[in-house]
């Protein structure tokens, strides 16, 4: 009986880490570090990550909002020292912006502070619907304002590039 349970606890732990490495090596391209959210309703406000109200999250870091289908405009957060709470969330990070098209993938950036505001729920879970991201380019200071609806394949609207003063 000690071995059999010893045997099928190996099993369980290599496939375990099986299943980490397949979704390290499927994932390895965009890094995107979360604070997994219980599978029931949380009380905590989260933002999410997709459309479709897909992948909540507490505190993301890395990559946290894309602005376009194509990747060409995107948001990081390193930190969320202004807070995180139910009715508000106060971030810094970088906006990046693709600068030539075809073969060409560079990019600039900005830093940027956002604030996630604005909640409503869903399956009982609470979750913000506008983020605000502040930027400076060549000494002036943009901000623009994205809605949440929930149906939206990207997750944020996006009047891009037309909205993005500075970017283009």
């Not at 880490?17 to 397949?22: E, I, K, N, S, W």
Request: glycine share 12%.
């Amino acid at each position: 009986m000690n071995i059999i349970r010893k045997i099928v606890t190996a099993g369980v732990a290599a496939l375990a880490l099986g299943g980490m490495a397949a979704t390290t090596a499927a994932t390895a391209s965009v890094t995107i570090t979360t604070r997994p959210v219980a599978s029931q309703a949380s009380k905590t406000t989260v933002d999410y990550v997709a459309g479709g109200f897909r992948y909540p999250r507490i505190r993301p870091h890395g990559i946290t909002a894309y602005f376009s289908g194509d990747g060409s405009l995107y948001l990081t957060t390193s930190s969320w020292n202004g807070g995180w709470g139910r009715a508000a969330a106060y971030g810094a990070g970088w906006l990046h912006w693709r600068i030539c098209w075809g073969s060409c993938h560079r990019y600039k950036s900005a830093f940027a502070y956002e604030a996630l505001y604005r909640i409503r729920t869903h399956n009982r879970q609470p979750y913000f619907t506008r983020l605000k991201v502040t930027y400076t380019i060549h000494g002036q200071t943009h901000s623009v304002i994205q809605r949440y609806s929930g149906g939206v394949d990207i997750g944020w609207d996006n009047p891009y590039p037309q909205h993005w003063p500075g970017i283009n």
